[in-house]
């Protein structure tokens, strides 16, 4: 079945740690995204990326680091100057700019916890 | 600049009750607009969406939204509610040329029995 896959579901950091979330997708879109979802605010872009090895920063890009070598795969890296990290973190993905856009599909969430 | 708004944080109603969320977006042309439910630890699921044509759209389990360009609103509705659609939904949209969605801070909907 075609779809998004985050991992791991849970996550738990140490401070001072950079811990990296794993996103794939096996739709071949081009468009991915990593939204981050606190109670009571919605969901907002950290980054984003339209082809594979290119991305820009979203809403709140400060503290974490991508990369997108390859077309299935947009993992993102918290580091250690995101100063308060926990969070739900959501990965999504999309046909991309220059067509119809259609809807985001998502993945299941990593809930990241710093310790 | 371009937002979508959700004016209402919480909503409850009782089981079989109709149910409206509202959703409000700034944008000087026709956006693309969709609505996603999530249940708790979850990822979004897509209920429905608006790009042209008939502004009244059916989406899943029961839902429909209509598009109303002189109010900017895209209002998702149910005529009865059932306790599984308890759960955040989120109002989005697309502007064509952006590369992302936008979305709203969402509104939580309780369903009491």
């Known amino acids: 079945d075609g779809g998004i896959t985050q991992s791991p579901k849970y996550l738990f950091r140490k401070e001072g740690q950079n811990v990296t979330l794993s996103c794939e997708q096996n739709l071949n879109h081009d468009a991915m995204y990593w939204y981050r979802q606190d109670p009571g605010q919605g969901l907002r872009l950290i980054y984003y990326s339209q082809i594979v090895n290119d991305f820009q920063k979203g809403d709140i890009a400060e503290g974490y680091s991508v990369s997108r070598e390859k077309k299935e795969s947009f993992p993102l890296t918290v580091t250690s100057a995101q100063k308060n990290p926990t969070a739900f973190y959501l990965c999504?993905?999309?046909?991309?700019?220059?067509?119809?856009?259609?809807?985001?599909?998502f993945g299941q969430g990593t809930r990241l916890t710093v310790v | 600049a371009q937002s979508v708004t959700q004016p209402d944080i919480h909503i409850t109603v009782s089981e079989g009750a109709s149910l409206e969320l509202r959703c409000n977006y700034s944008?000087?042309?026709?956006?693309?607009l969709f609505w996603y439910v999530q249940s708790p630890g979850q990822g979004l699921q897509l209920l429905l969406k608006y790009f042209s044509g008939d502004t009244l759209v059916q989406g899943i389990k029961g839902f429909e939204a209509e598009f109303k360009r002189s109010q900017s609103s895209f209002n998702l509705r149910k005529p009865s509610v059932h306790w599984s659609d308890a759960a955040e939904y989120f109002c989005?949209?697309?502007?064509?040329?952006?590369?992302?969605?936008?979305f709203g801070s969402g509104t939580q909907l309780t369903v009491l029995p």
């Open positions: 999504a993905s999309s046909t991309g700019q220059g067509r119809s856009p259609t809807e985001a599909f």
């Open positions: 944008y000087g042309a026709t956006p693309y």
């Open positions: 989005a949209f697309h502007s064509g040329s952006a590369r992302q969605l936008t």
